[in-house]
């Protein structure tokens, strides 16, 4: 049997966390001869990833340098990636959702001629510059790509209304396989005030902001809004707010919420970390696209610090609600949640709306079939 073979192409912790469980199910099956290759858009927070799930990239192209633009990214890997794919020759490159390593990756793959398979594709906003510039990736690699793996239904209808209609596989997403890697109830932190924090007496809020549509008076706002949640409820609140090494954001988190005692600022936390942090708090507030995924499955209602979200299904479900970047709104929503009413109950309860944790095995399933090396079509997640 001749082996198909696929090299995955990551470069950022978000796209490290859903593509290694992805990299390792097509390690293990004998049809593929997998590879890797990593162009560190990210360095450190990548590399935790690849040591958490034990996964060594074939290629590296530590593209990342001092105040590095979305300009220099993508040239860097562009070039990178071309070399390496006019080396390997793959039959098939896959890329993961829409940060500037998959428009590169999928650029440089469709100049080689190479296909390119799209993990996390047809989420949309339908405004180009929000998220900037996820939005705008995505979407141009659903134009270069072949093999779209969609999460939800959802998704696929977000192709099919652009006029893409073949190659559409509905999976889940794989963050959710990855979450049955990282937590575990036994778990425990590497910073100590995880550790002391009582997740059953008190409501753990765990936060993240960063995105930079949400630099300026959002930004401001939202940390205004936290300072008053915390003094309002200071005697059963708790907010963990992993800070992103962003200068923006630093000084902006550190100016209002400095020398509150149930606020605490800790350094960005790697991907167990974070996981075990979110089955253990009682509620999350983010900014994050991921998180909005992730915590559902965990049983975690999420307030969607942004104006729009490219993953309406868990608004739909109920487990997520768009909060939005006004003082006001943040506030009302978040009060209403930590009050204890039968809101959080129902949100809490939801059933997770992105995944059973097969998504891998369906895509590769789905690349096995689309090569000729399997009879049938993969499943359908929610089919």
Known sequence: MNKI???????????????????????????????????AQHREMLDSVLDIFQLRPDFDLDVMEPRQTLSTIT??????????????????????????TTFAGALAAFYQQIAVGHVEAGLRTWDRYSPFPEEMNRSMVGRLAELHFCPTAANRRNLEAEGITKG???????VIDALRTTVRKDYTFSQDILNRLDYEKKDVILVTCHRRENYGQPMEDIMSALAFLAGTYDKFLEI????????????????????????HLIPPLDVEEMHNLMARCYLVMTDSGGLQEEAPALGKPVLVLRRETERPEAVAAGTVKLAGVGYDEIVDMASGLISGSGEYDKMAHTVNPYGDGRACARIADAIAWHFGLRDTPPDEFGG
Request: some cysteine; overall charge positive.
């Open 5 to 39: 073979k696929v090299m995955t192409v990551f470069g950022t912790r978000p796209e490290a966390i859903k593509m290694a469980p992805l990299a390792l199910e097509l390690s293990r099956r004998p049809e593929f001869d997998a590879l890797c290759c990593v162009t």
């Open 75 to 100: 040239a860097k890997c562009l070039l990178g990636l071309e070399k390496v794919f006019k080396q390997v020759r793959p039959d098939l490159v896959l890329v993961h959702g829409d940060t500037s």
């Open 168 to 174: 559409l596989f509905v999976t889940g997403n794989t």
């Open 240 to 263: 963990v707010y992993p800070v992103h090494l962003s200068p923006v954001v630093q000084e902006c988190a550190h100016r209002h919420l400095d020398g509150i005692p149930n606020v």
